[in-house]
């Protein structure tokens, strides 16, 4: 069992820069691929980023290519998302996800889910 707390969210200006926190708790977070996935109101949930075991392999949505950047401190059992030059469409409740098993993007089966964190820009 695998439980994950976001941290970070919060509301911010278009244009500036946010860093999601989300820290793993258990004994295999070295093992699990881990992603980021987002859902803005009235939208379906999308993903966003994910990232390997090792941290060698990442992929990013093309929404978010080259201003979001995921990273994983195995020691620290902590996966961050490093978000640069927000836009409002960004806005969206922002959510961790561990799979066991398949390549870091949008179609691995992720098993373990945060509780979500809240990232809203203003205009």
């Known amino acids: 069992q695998v439980q994950l707390v976001e941290y970070g969210g919060g509301l911010v200006q278009a244009g500036d820069s946010l860093r999601l926190s989300c820290a793993a708790s258990g004994r295999s977070f070295s093992s699990y691929v881990m992603g980021w996935f987002r859902q803005a109101p009235g939208k379906e949930r999308e993903f966003v980023s994910a990232?390997?075991?090792?941290?060698?392999?990442?992929d990013h949505a093309d929404s978010v290519k080259g201003r979001f950047t995921i990273s994983r401190d195995n020691v620290k059992n902590t996966v961050y998302l490093q978000m640069n030059r927000l836009k409002v469409e960004d806005t969206a409740v922002y959510y961790c996800a561990a799979a066991r098993f398949g390549a870091p993007g949008p179609y691995s089966k992720y098993d373990y889910w945060g509780q979500g964190t809240q990232v809203t820009v203003s205009s």
């Open positions: 990232i390997s075991e090792n941290g060698y392999i990442m």
